[in-house]
């Protein structure tokens, strides 16, 4: 497909000169497309689930399974040669035998990739809870929909799993904007914890873009409940310098302005989680709370000062964490987090102007993140009673 256009520009200004308008009145515009039309049902689709399902065994060296017969597509009925037992025991007709080989393999580091991969709910081994890495991703997308075009943008709250005196946990975590953050946790004595952690978000777009660097520090402690609970809680300190520019754009005849945002910041934290761990050891759920104080050392709004000085943030997060102590990797888990940051208390957003709602809005945050225990390298594995 070819399509040939003539653009009359009504406006256009430069935002790296400062609004400065262009003087080009209008410009030709050609667009070449090259496209295939595929029709596909319900067996093209179990075909590639098939195909894709039949990689990441191989890449697991998961075992193929005995030829029982001919495999049938789902809601298709019970597989040739299997007599009695239904095609479907495992998912999509995979053989009992099958089924434990696939359970021994995930034992090993490719468990985390192939479960979030084919959805599959957690057995029994792992958890009573029965729960899937991608609804959890699914919960953290939506939480993601509320997120907006404020200035800040919080830390992951930290909800260490130490039990000892010694234990490390060194962690990598990504959001779905895009903002990294790589932090460390350490027990020097029993009950005692120091964290530090930074953070960053780098973007070279000219008109929409945001941009922060900051880090934090933090002292606290922990308490083992038996086994299985574990409750920590830690106060810290964090620095911040952040910039977010986008267009604000009404119809198609209204004018359209550019919105920039910069600021740097400190904050005062407090934070309190719970956490519990599964009987086999290969999943902890828990709940972490942050109350953080931000004070703006500088805040602007299209090269204007605000008069915003401080503001109190509130950041509640759930969180699963996957990842046996006594399994192949001990020193390896991987934790799914969703949350929101939110001004606490109630208050009257429409009386306040646009650009200090813009500030204070409420955005929601979900976050994979990698967490690493270098104090298990060489130790046998074990769970700290």
């Not at 989680?273 to 709004?301: H, I, M, N, P």
């Not at 102590?325 to 208390?345: A, D, H, M, R, Y």
């Not at 390298?377 to 009673?385: D, E, T, V």
Request: hydrophobic letters at 35%.
């Amino acid at each position: 497909m070819y399509r040939l256009s003539k653009v009359n520009f009504d406006q256009l200004d430069c935002s790296r000169d400062n609004g400065t308008a262009v003087s080009l009145p209008s410009t030709l515009r050609q667009e070449a497309v090259l496209f295939s039309r595929f029709d596909i049902d319900k067996r093209s689709v179990w075909q590639m689930q098939s195909a894709l399902d039949l990689s990441f065994k191989t890449l697991l060296g998961v075992p193929k399974a005995p030829a029982v017969g001919r495999r049938s597509a789902p809601g298709r009925g019970s597989s040739v040669g299997v007599p009695g037992r239904a095609d479907a025991q495992h998912r999509g007709g995979v053989p009992a035998d099958a089924a434990e080989a696939e359970v021994k393999a995930v034992d090993r580091l490719g468990w985390i990739i192939y479960y979030f991969k084919a959805g599959y709910r957690f057995p029994n081994k792992y958890s009573p809870v029965r729960l899937s890495i991608r609804q959890l991703w699914y919960l953290g997308s939506l939480g993601c929909a509320l997120s907006g075009c404020s200035v800040y943008a919080p830390m992951l709250p930290v909800a260490p799993q130490l039990r000892d005196k010694g234990e490390v946990e060194v962690q990598g975590t990504t959001f779905l904007n895009g903002r990294w953050e790589a932090g460390a946790t350490y027990s020097p004595v029993r009950h005692l914890l120091v964290h530090a952690a930074g953070g960053l978000r780098h973007d070279n777009q000219d008109t929409t873009y945001f941009r922060i660097r900051q880090y934090e520090v933090g002292v606290g402690g922990y308490y083992p409940l038996g086994r299985r609970w574990l409750v920590s809680g830690l106060g810290g300190y964090g620095q911040a310098r952040s910039m977010r520019g986008y267009l604000q754009s009404g119809l198609f005849n209204s004018h359209s302005e550019l919105a920039n945002f910069q600021s740097s910041y400190h904050r005062f934290f407090g934070e309190l989680s719970v956490a519990y761990r599964t009987e086999s050891g290969g999943v902890t759920l828990g709940a972490a709370y942050r109350l953080a104080q931000v004070k703006f050392d500088r805040l602007t709004y299209n090269g204007l000062p605000l008069g915003l000085r401080r503001m109190p943030r509130q950041e509640p997060m759930l969180f699963a964490r996957f990842g046996n102590e006594e399994g192949f990797l001990p020193w390896l888990q991987f934790q799914t987090s969703v949350g929101i940051t939110s001004v606490p208390g109630h208050y009257d957003a429409t009386l306040e102007p646009y650009e200090y709602r813009r500030v204070r809005e409420s955005r929601g945050f979900a976050a994979l993140t990698l967490i690493v225990k270098p104090h298990l390298f060489k130790s046998p594995a074990r769970i700290a009673n």
